[in-house]
C-alpha cells in the first residue's frame, strides 16, 4: 500500500478516535501529538513528507488502546505494532 494511501487511513482512524487534526506550515520542525483542553490533538507539518507525517500520526495511535477496536488495514497494525515494539 502507497504512504498516501496509509497517510489517509491514519487520518482517518484518529479522527474516529476523536482526535482534532491541525495541519500547518511548520517549516520543518515537525508535528506532534497531545492531550489539551480535554481533547486529543495531532500536528502535521505540512513541509514534511508523507512517511514523517504518517510517522506522527501513527505515534499517537499507539498510545492509544482504543485503536485495536477499530477496523484497521493489515499495513497499518502492522506499522503501529513493528513500531510500538521499537
Keep these: 500500500m502507497q504512504s498516501v494511501t496509509l497517510l489517509a487511513e491514519a487520518a482517518d482512524l484518529a479522527r474516529r478516535l476523536d482526535y482534532t ?24 507539518d505540512v513541509t514534511q513528507s508523507v512517511d514523517e507525517q504518517l ?23 502492522g506499522m503501529i505494532r513493528v513500531n510500538r515494539a521499537a
Design 21 to 44: 487534526l491541525r495541519e500547518e506550515y511548520l517549516d520543518g520542525a515537525g508535528g506532534g501529538h497531545c492531550f489539551f483542553g480535554g481533547k486529543k490533538w495531532l500536528l502535521l
Design 55 to 77: 510517522s506522527v500520526i501513527t505515534d499517537a495511535l499507539r498510545t492509544d488502546d482504543a485503536v485495536w477496536r477499530m477496523p484497521v488495514s493489515p499495513q497499518l497494525a
